[in-house]
Protein backbone atom coordinates (compact mmCIF):
# COMPACT_ATOMS: atom_id res chain seq x y z
CA UNK A 1 0.00 0.00 0.00
CA UNK A 2 1.52 3.27 -0.89
CA UNK A 3 0.35 6.78 0.33
CA UNK A 4 -1.50 7.07 -2.63
CA UNK A 5 -4.15 4.20 -1.63
CA UNK A 6 -4.84 6.41 1.05
CA UNK A 7 -6.27 9.37 -1.15
CA UNK A 8 -8.14 6.46 -3.68
CA UNK A 9 -11.61 6.74 -1.17
CA UNK A 10 -11.35 10.33 -0.92
CA UNK A 11 -11.12 10.77 -4.33
CA UNK A 12 -13.90 8.55 -5.01
CA UNK A 13 -15.82 10.40 -1.97
CA UNK A 14 -15.14 13.52 -4.32
CA UNK A 15 -16.52 12.08 -7.76
CA UNK A 16 -19.46 10.82 -6.41
CA UNK A 17 -20.21 14.09 -4.75
CA UNK A 18 -19.54 16.26 -7.84
CA UNK A 19 -21.97 13.65 -9.81
CA UNK A 20 -24.44 14.37 -7.27
CA UNK A 21 -24.58 17.98 -7.98
CA UNK A 22 -24.38 17.50 -11.10
CA UNK A 23 -27.78 15.50 -11.39
CA UNK A 24 -29.01 18.85 -9.32
CA UNK A 25 -27.40 21.65 -11.01
CA UNK A 26 -26.30 20.55 -14.79
CA UNK A 27 -25.40 23.77 -15.90
CA UNK A 28 -22.73 24.82 -12.88
CA UNK A 29 -22.11 22.17 -10.78
CA UNK A 30 -18.82 23.10 -9.99
CA UNK A 31 -20.00 26.06 -8.51
CA UNK A 32 -22.14 24.52 -6.11
CA UNK A 33 -19.48 22.40 -5.36
CA UNK A 34 -17.54 24.98 -4.41
CA UNK A 35 -19.86 26.75 -2.18
CA UNK A 36 -20.62 23.68 -0.69
CA UNK A 37 -16.77 22.90 -0.16
CA UNK A 38 -15.38 26.77 1.16
CA UNK A 39 -16.57 27.07 4.33
CA UNK A 40 -15.37 23.66 5.16
CA UNK A 41 -11.67 24.57 3.38
CA UNK A 42 -11.63 27.95 5.17
CA UNK A 43 -12.36 26.49 8.49
CA UNK A 44 -9.87 23.92 7.88
CA UNK A 45 -7.09 26.19 6.82
CA UNK A 46 -8.22 28.32 10.29
CA UNK A 47 -8.15 25.20 12.68
CA UNK A 48 -5.30 23.51 11.01
CA UNK A 49 -3.36 26.08 13.00
CA UNK A 50 -4.86 24.89 16.54
CA UNK A 51 -5.63 21.54 15.78
CA UNK A 52 -3.60 20.13 13.25
CA UNK A 53 0.69 19.49 12.04
CA UNK A 54 1.22 22.79 13.89
CA UNK A 55 -0.34 21.99 16.82
CA UNK A 56 2.35 18.95 16.80
CA UNK A 57 4.87 20.92 16.28
CA UNK A 58 4.24 23.10 19.20
CA UNK A 59 3.50 20.48 21.58
CA UNK A 60 7.01 18.78 20.89
CA UNK A 61 9.25 22.08 20.80
CA UNK A 62 7.38 22.76 24.11
CA UNK A 63 7.94 18.81 25.71
CA UNK A 64 11.02 18.17 23.89
CA UNK A 65 14.79 18.20 26.17
CA UNK A 66 16.52 17.78 22.74
CA UNK A 67 17.62 14.01 23.39
CA UNK A 68 15.81 12.55 21.05
CA UNK A 69 17.86 10.36 19.11
CA UNK A 70 15.91 8.23 16.60
CA UNK A 71 12.53 7.54 18.57
CA UNK A 72 10.71 9.75 19.55
CA UNK A 73 9.50 10.16 23.32
CA UNK A 74 8.41 13.81 24.54
CA UNK A 75 5.00 13.49 23.52
CA UNK A 76 3.38 10.45 24.30
CA UNK A 77 1.64 8.65 20.79
CA UNK A 78 -1.60 8.45 22.09
CA UNK A 79 -1.75 12.29 22.48
CA UNK A 80 -0.07 12.70 18.71
CA UNK A 81 -2.90 10.53 17.75
CA UNK A 82 -5.75 12.35 19.85
CA UNK A 83 -4.97 15.20 17.27
CA UNK A 84 -4.19 13.05 14.21
CA UNK A 85 -7.93 11.72 14.79
CA UNK A 86 -9.14 15.73 15.65
CA UNK A 87 -7.77 16.97 12.36
CA UNK A 88 -8.55 14.31 10.06
CA UNK A 89 -12.71 14.63 11.58
CA UNK A 90 -11.97 18.33 10.75
CA UNK A 91 -10.07 17.79 7.13
CA UNK A 92 -12.91 15.02 6.57
CA UNK A 93 -10.62 12.26 6.26
CA UNK A 94 -11.03 10.19 9.03
CA UNK A 95 -12.73 6.60 8.41
CA UNK A 96 -16.51 7.28 9.55
CA UNK A 97 -16.68 10.06 6.88
CA UNK A 98 -14.43 8.41 4.17
CA UNK A 99 -16.72 5.25 3.85
CA UNK A 100 -19.32 7.04 3.89
Do not use: W
Request: hydrophobic share 35%; proline share 4%.
Amino acid sequence: MTIHDNFIPVIEADLEQVYSIYMQDAINPYMSYQSERLDLTAKLTLDNRKAGPERVLQMVEEACLGDCKETHHCVPCTQLEEVSLTYKKLAGFDKQTVNQ
